[in-house]
């Protein structure tokens, strides 16, 4: 079925995040000597060095080093005169206003709501699965790709929702919409996704991915929603021949 896999990557990200922010309350009314924060910490690096590491392993995969650093050069022009970074960031503040509306203000809780939903949006849709997984659904029906990714995202937001809170299962959304209109527009682009624009695609993608990772870690300021564009100036490539 087209665009099914679309659908149950989404559900998957809503679902786990839902059972990880239950239990999170339940261990948080017997949590006496505040352990939970200390584990979160954690895990979120342990996390943040598993993404960096994806990151690096995707990247090793570009076969065409030029089109990648251009890629990476248009693709942030792009994205900073759109600056994609302030509009998600301010879709979080939103969500965060609206959720803790009639609430006692906390910064902590705040910063929680939108980096949570930033970083887990970013993380779930730059991916080569969910490009290769939404271009698959919509061309051929194919959803092997994204229902492996369900299952990984599914974990993913699980210890995520632990450590970022609500803003992770509100990524569902973002997947939806982000994979939804690449597996809707596929059709468009099959003359041009050739293997090697894809390649050059998930190679941009890991860039991004070990970027994310790099600002849980260290906490650092890379604007890696800036970057975004950057993944389908590949595509520009094959359409003009040059891969």
């Not at 080569?128 to 051929?140: E, K, P």
């Not at 209109?181 to 041009?192: D, E, P, R």
Request: charged share 15%.
């Amino acid at each position: 079925m087209y665009g099914l896999g679309v659908i149950v990557n989404s559900i998957t990200i809503v679902g786990a995040s839902l059972a990880a922010l239950l239990l999170k309350n339940l261990i948080l009314k017997f949590d006496k000597n505040n352990r939970v924060e200390k584990v979160s910490d954690t895990i979120m690096s342990g996390l943040s060095l598993c993404i960096i590491y994806m990151g690096i392993s995707g990247a090793l995969e570009c076969q065409h080093v030029l089109v990648c650093i251009v890629s990476m050069v248009v693709g942030a022009l792009i994205g900073e005169l759109i600056d994609i970074d302030k509009g998600l960031n301010g879709l979080g503040d939103k969500i965060e206003k609206r959720l803790n509306k009639g609430k006692e203000d906390t910064s902590s809780e705040k910063v929680s709501i939108s980096q949570g939903f930033v970083s887990a949006s970013l993380l779930f849709c730059v991916g080569a699965m969910a490009v290769v997984g939404a271009l698959n659904s919509g061309l051929f029906g194919n959803n092997d790709t994204l229902f492996a990714k369900s299952a990984l995202d599914g974990v993913s937001s699980f210890l995520f929702s632990l450590t970022m809170g609500i803003g992770v299962l509100l990524s569902a959304v973002a997947v939806l919409l982000y994979e939804g209109l690449i597996a809707s527009g596929a059709f468009l682009l099959k003359g041009v996704l050739s293997t090697a624009v894809i390649t050059e695609m998930n190679a941009v993608g890991s860039l991004l991915i070990l970027a994310l990772g790099v600002n849980m870690l260290l906490k650092s300021n890379i604007k890696v929603a800036n970057l975004l564009p950057a993944m389908f100036v590949p595509i520009i490539f094959g359409i003009l021949g040059v891969i």
